[in-house]
């Protein structure tokens, strides 16, 4: 017999669900949430619903939490502050993104501050140009001069973006070789594409919420092992799909939806069979439709969304 074990971890409770591959059945529970360590609301939710309902944490086959921890610490901005490093001249990308204002007619709009705000963004001299050639050098006294500064301010996580670094990621390398010992993260490895300001906005949420991430997921796994799973524990990404928690550990902007985009897809697969059951329809034909959706055929059990995530 083996189990598959889903958790949902918000600020008030945590939900678990266990599902038995063999028959299909499934069984929910709830408890409260703890704020202050989000991970052994998990633990003590598993076993608790394990125990009730009779298999052990060894019969368990699949395990994947989602939780809504990296999506509080994202809103509430109770996090420590994150430094941000450009390419020389990009400091104020994060202000100027694609030059939208919140409200276009309205000339006192005010957009929101950004997670890294400008005095804690600094600048090195590098130049990597469309072809990911190098057409000036990393100034490495810049570089050595800049981590002295963060060492000795105490900064716990630091967002690296430099131009072109999706062609040639070395400039972000050598500067996160030097930030050693300090949470940093480059975007050449969280989101490697095209657009300066979406990386750079994408990088400055990873390196916002990883220490209290990290800490939280890397904790859980620990504990998890130690009690006895005996599978790797895969976490939710807001791309609905799951990756192992030690990749999630270094990137955990991947999880700020999780919890809200499971909660749709499972949505979606409910409403399919809702559907196919009560008016015959194959679910391979049933489509599933809703407010703000556009018009026209979304395939079979697919959903959409107006605005990307970011």
């Known amino acids: 017999m083996v189990w598959r074990v889903g958790v949902d971890t918000g600020g008030a409770f945590t939900d678990v669900c266990l599902c038995n591959e063999s028959d299909g059945s499934a069984v929910v529970g709830k408890i409260s949430s703890a704020p202050r360590d989000p991970g052994q609301a998990v633990i003590d939710g598993v076993t608790k619903f394990l125990g009730e309902y009779g298999p052990s944490l060894f019969e368990v086959g699949y395990f994947a939490p989602g939780a809504t921890v990296a999506t509080n610490a994202l809103l509430q901005t109770r996090v420590l502050k994150t430094r941000g490093a450009t390419t020389h001249g990009f400091r104020d990308l994060l202000e100027l993104g694609r030059q939208r204002r919140p409200k276009l007619y309205d000339l006192t709009a005010r957009k929101a501050d950004p997670l890294a705000t400008r005095d804690l963004r600094f600048e090195v001299s590098e130049r ?19 981590a002295a500064i963060l060492r000795d301010a105490d900064v716990k996580s630091v967002a690296v973006c430099l131009l072109y670094s999706y062609l040639n990621s070395g400039h972000e390398e050598i500067l996160e070789d030097e ?45 998890l092992k130690e009690a006895g799973l005996p599978v790797e524990v895969n976490a939710t990404q807001s791309n609905r799909d799951v990756t192992p928690f030690e990749a999630v550990e270094t990137q955990p902007g991947r999880t700020v939806l999780s919890s809200p985009i499971t909660g749709v897809v499972g949505a979606v697969r409910l409403a399919v069979r809702v559907i196919s059951v009560q008016r015959g329809y194959n ?15 979304l395939p079979p059990g697919e959903f959409s969304r107006d605005h990307p995530p970011l």
């Open 179 to 223: 930030l050693s010992g300090v949470f940093t993260t480059t975007s050449s490895e969280v989101l490697p594409e095209f657009r300066e300001y979406e990386r750079l906005a994408m990088v400055v949420i990873n390196a916002f919420i990883g220490p209290v991430m990290q800490g939280y997921l890397s904790r859980m796994r620990l504990r």
């Open 128 to 146: 990597v140009n469309c072809l990911g050639e190098v057409e000036g050098p990393l100034s490495e006294a810049e570089v050595r001069l800049a």
């Open 283 to 297: 679910p391979v034909d049933s489509v599933v439709a809703g407010p703000g959706l556009p018009s026209g055929i």
